[in-house]
C-alpha cells in the first residue's frame, strides 16, 4: 500500500498524540524536582521507586539528594487469576523493613488518571512515619497531585520516556500492524510519526520487531512487510 496524506490523516485518530522525553529532558526534571524538594527543606529517610516506571528516576533522584537508601513496590493492572484488571493494585508488597519513624519519599516517572498513586498512598500511608510523593509528569486532569511535579501537561498527551521506550513501542507497532494488516518498517516509522508527531529511529523499530518476531508474535513477507501471526 502506498500510503498517501488521506491514508494517514485516517490513521493519525487511532493513535495518542505524543511526547518524547531525550535522557538530558529526564534527568533536567529529575534535577527540577531534587530542587524543589530540598527548598521545602524535606530530607527523606528512604526514597521508593515505583515499579517499573519509578525505577530508574528515584535512583537517579537518590544520587541528587545524596541518599543511599532505596527500595520498591511494585502496582500493576495484571492479575495471575484475572488477567488484565481496571483498577491498579499491589502486586509486590515492601521488604520487610520498619518505616514507622522514617521519612519516605515515593518517586514514579508519570501520573495519568492517578489511581495508582491513590493506592499506593493507601497502602504507605499507615506503614511510615512521613510520606511525600514526586513524580515527573502529571496529566493536568488527573485525581492524583503529588507533593512534587516538575512537569504538568495541560494538554493529554502520551509520554516516552528513554527507559520505557521499547515497551510502548512494542505496543504502538504492535497497533499498527494490527489496524493496517502489515507494513514495512518504513511504513511503521511514518504512521507513528505522523500520528504521534515525535520522531522514531529505524534501529527502534527494528529492536522492537525482532522481539515480536522471537516471541512469535509477527512474520515477514517477501516484501518485507510484517504481519501479525
Same mark, same amino acid.
Given at each position: ?113 492517578? #489511581?495508582?498513586?491513590?493506592? =499506593? !498512598? @493507601?497502602? $504507605?500511608?499507615?506503614?511510615? *512515619?512521613?510520606?511525600?510523593?514526586? &513524580? ?31 515497551? #510502548?513501542?512494542?505496543?504502538? =507497532? !504492535? @497497533?499498527? $500492524?494490527?489496524?493496517?494488516? *502489515?507494513?514495512?518498517?518504513?511504513? &511503521? ?31 515477514? #513477507? ?8
Amino acid at each position: 500500500m502506498s500510503w498517501n496524506q488521506s491514508d494517514l490523516d485516517k490513521m493519525k485518530s487511532k493513535f495518542p498524540e505524543a511526547i518524547r522525553l531525550s535522557w538530558e529532558d529526564a534527568e533536567d526534571l529529575i534535577w527540577q524536582m531534587s530542587e524543589s524538594i530540598v527548598h521545602a527543606k524535606y530530607d527523606p529517610d528512604v526514597i521508593i521507586g515505583i515499579s517499573r516506571g519509578g525505577l530508574v528516576p528515584g535512583r537517579i533522584l537518590a544520587d541528587y539528594l545524596q541518599k543511599k537508601y532505596l527500595c520498591t513496590i511494585q502496582m500493576g493492572h495484571w492479575d495471575e487469576s484475572k488477567g488484565f484488571t481496571d483498577n491498579s493494585h499491589l502486586v509486590y508488597p515492601l521488604p520487610d523493613i520498619n518505616l514507622k519513624n522514617k521519612k519516605v519519599l515515593v518517586v514514579d516517572d508519570v501520573c495519568d488518571v492517578g #489511581d495508582t498513586m491513590i493506592g =499506593v !498512598e @493507601k497502602y $504507605l500511608t499507615p506503614r511510615v *512515619g512521613n510520606l511525600k510523593v514526586a &513524580i515527573l509528569a502529571r496529566k493536568a486532569d488527573s485525581k492524583y497531585t503529588p507533593s512534587y511535579c516538575p512537569m504538568v501537561l495541560e494538554e493529554w498527551r502520551w509520554i516516552f520516556f528513554p527507559w520505557s521506550t521499547h515497551e #510502548d513501542l512494542l505496543a504502538f =507497532v !504492535e @497497533k499498527v $500492524l494490527r489496524v493496517t494488516g *502489515g507494513a514495512t518498517i518504513e511504513e &511503521i516509522i511514518r504512521i507513528l510519526e505522523y500520528s504521534m508527531d515525535v520522531e522514531f529511529a529505524i534501529p527502534e523499530i527494528e529492536r522492537a520487531l525482532l522481539d515480536m518476531k522471537n516471541s512469535g508474535e509477527i512474520v515477514v #513477507d517477501k516484501r518485507k512487510k510484517w504481519r501479525l501471526v
